[in-house]
């Protein structure tokens, strides 16, 4: 497209967490830039720099971050508007400032570049703010718009952007990156990342494990194989780590119940199958010789209920208990 010079206006990636729409994104505009490119790399959202400000916003009240919404751009010409505050939405105050930014024309050559990372973490209002900008669109500025699930998008939205769609590594690609990073536990992180190198990298194994255990539990009691009494303690010591978020937890879960999912088929159409959670597969085999594919649904769509839910700041013990109930009464 750059070399072409054919490049469309706004443009959607989207893909699973960690395989790339971002670093994409940050080295399409350096190479349509030019000039001091490497500042773009600076506002990576993973450096721990970066990391470290977004945990801070979210001590801060909702006015304070109004007042000063929350973007990166080390570089003149390229900005990155992250999704910010306790729930880590992409906010009507930060789509107010690029609609504000938008027709300032780029400091050097042609173009502005504006990434809108998470835009699928936009509410109602940012998102409706956006779509003016989108409609009318000034000609030095290129959107980018990164999202898990293009189809969380208002159609209004998806229509406006030319879409890329970032698949998963295959085996031997995510071997040959995790040989180059030199991880530790490199076999372990292969599995659970599942395809997606920023997810093997960033993964804190000690937290997976804790997390884990907990939600192994919860399928465990919401699947009857054991009493309502096994989850308190874990729903307790969830409760007590106010700074995490649930999000967390239902990741995890999600892992749980593909594998879970994998093992209910093992016998009977594919033989062996690979799973994420190998070192816990005499368990997960326990759940799914108890549970069915009606159940496994259920529960699916209990999760994905609660990831709705958790944008709007909910109790997760409370959340996780009410979903062991419902289960298990199934």
Excluded at 180 to 190: I, Q
Excluded at 209 to 216: E, I, N, V, Y
């Amino acid at each position: 497209m750059i070399r072409g010079e054919r490049i469309p206006q706004t443009l959607l990636f989207s893909g699973p967490e960690g395989v790339g729409k971002a670093t994409l994104a940050r080295r399409f505009g350096a190479a349509l830039l030019g000039h001091d490119a490497y500042k773009i790399e600076q506002d990576d959202l993973s450096l721990e720099s970066n990391a470290a400000l977004i945990a801070e916003r979210e001590k801060w009240p909702s006015e304070k971050r109004n007042e000063d919404p929350l973007v990166f751009s080390s570089h003149p010409d390229f900005a990155t508007f992250a999704p910010d505050g306790p729930l880590r939405q992409i906010t009507i105050a930060q789509m107010r400032m690029l609609k504000e930014r938008a027709p300032l024309k780029p400091l050097r050559g042609a173009w502005k570049v504006f990434l809108i990372d998470s835009i699928d973490r936009a509410n109602e209002q940012a998102a409706n703010s956006l779509l003016k900008t989108l409609e009318e669109p000034p000609p030095h500025l290129l959107l980018i718009l990164t999202a898990r699930n293009a189809y969380d998008l208002l159609p209004t939205i998806r229509s406006r952007a030319v879409p890329f769609y970032f698949g998963r590594l295959n085996e031997a690609q995510m071997r040959e990156f995790l040989k180059s990073r030199n991880v530790d536990d490199a076999e372990r992180r292969l599995a659970l990342a599942e395809g997606s190198p920023g997810v093997a990298v960033s993964m804190d194994l000690e937290a997976y494990d804790r997390r884990r255990g907990a939600m192994l539990t919860l399928l465990k009691v919401a699947g009857g194989l054991e009493p309502f009494s096994a989850w308190m303690k874990h729903s307790e010591s969830i409760a007590a780590r106010r700074t995490e978020k649930i999000e967390l937890y239902l990741e995890v879960l999600y892992a749980l119940l593909g594998d879970v999912a994998r093992l209910g088929h093992e016998a009977t159409e594919f033989g062996h199958v690979e799973i994420r959670n190998q070192d816990v597969a005499g368990e997960l085999r326990a759940v799914a010789a108890r549970v069915s594919f009606e159940w496994l649904t259920a529960a699916v769509a209990r999760v994905d209920e609660l990831v709705e839910l958790a944008r709007r700041n909910i109790q997760k013990a409370l959340a996780l208990d009410a979903f062991a109930v419902q289960l298990r009464s199934r």
